[in-house]
């Protein structure tokens, strides 16, 4: 049995055990802000489900340098725009120090993403920040690692942190990543954070995105982050594990119904 050496992120001895809240934190958007048009029906449709946490990358950490890299500061213009006209709460990444100004202004919620996990003087600054953060597992990191990464941006004050488990890389290359829904009952059991599962990177593949997401509901997760488009075929990334919204909707009308039957008294 391996035993965690944190001092932050951990419950304290008597903390009670698993607590699974009755608040499910949705967030949905594209992949990458890739215009204005793309942003305002998926904000809009979103929104006209209740959903009110927005996500969407300005900018972009893309394996290849020549793959679209998001659109940067006109980006997160476009994320101020849908802010303003649905007031609705925006979820974007930040890989960048010197980009904390910019993103900080439209951002409620700020992302560090998968590769950037382990970038110590990145998790150090947003510790410093007055906001909530996102902090999206390492693509092989274990939880030991995952959770020391949080606790550089508790030590430095800030305590506002979610974790999002985004699928590890493993031997298995029929799914883009092996989703871990085993981390989701380790950290309610062991930490006081939050955690929510993103199935689309995790498995890759819109197919799997539902059955996936009730898993991730089951194991006892705060949440879910799934990546939406209008025409997910025409997306500038990530398309194929992207929903349309006839597609999302259904997925979140079990999302909703499982939910509410774990939840019943
Ligand atoms: C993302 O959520 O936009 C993203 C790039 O995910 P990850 O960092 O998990 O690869
Ligand atoms: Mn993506």
């Not at 980006?75 to 100004?101: F, H, T």
């Not at 989701?184 to 199935?199: A, F, R, Y």
Request: net charge neutral.
């Amino acid at each position: 049995m391996i035993e965690l050496k944190l001092k932050r992120v951990l419950k304290n001895r008597d903390e009670a055990g698993t607590v699974i809240d009755n608040d499910l934190m949705i967030i949905a958007g594209p992949c990458s802000v890739e215009n204005y048009d793309v942003m305002d029906s998926t904000v809009a449709f979103l929104k006209s489900l209740g959903i009110s946490y927005i996500r969407g990358g300005a900018f972009k950490p893309r394996t290849s340098p020549y793959s679209f890299q998001g659109l940067g500061d006109k980006g997160l213009e476009i994320l101020r725009e849908v802010k303003l006209k649905y007031d609705v709460k925006i979820v974007s990444e930040i890989m960048d120090v010197r980009d904390i100004e910019g993103i900080c202004e439209v951002a409620d919620i700020v992302q560090i993403g998968s590769r950037n996990m382990y970038n110590y003087p990145l998790l150090k600054e947003v510790g410093r920040l007055n906001k909530k953060v996102l902090l999206k597992r390492g693509l092989s990191a274990t939880i030991e690692e995952w959770l020391s990464a949080a606790e550089y941006i508790s030590l430095e004050g800030n305590d506002d942190i979610i974790l999002c488990e985004r699928g590890i890389r493993t031997f298995e290359t029929y799914t883009r990543n092996t989703l871990d829904l085993n981390c989701v009952p380790v950290i309610k059991q062991k930490t006081k954070l939050k955690v929510i599962v993103d199935p689309s990177h995790g498995t890759g593949r819109r197919e799997l995105i539902k059955p996936m997401s009730l898993a991730a509901i089951a194991a006892g997760a705060d949440g879910l982050m799934i990546e939406i488009h209008p025409e997910p075929e025409k997306a500038l990334s990530d398309g194929n594990q992207s929903v349309d919204f006839e597609g999302f909707k259904s997925i979140y009308r079990e999302v909703l119904r499982l939910h509410r039957y774990l939840n019943m008294e």
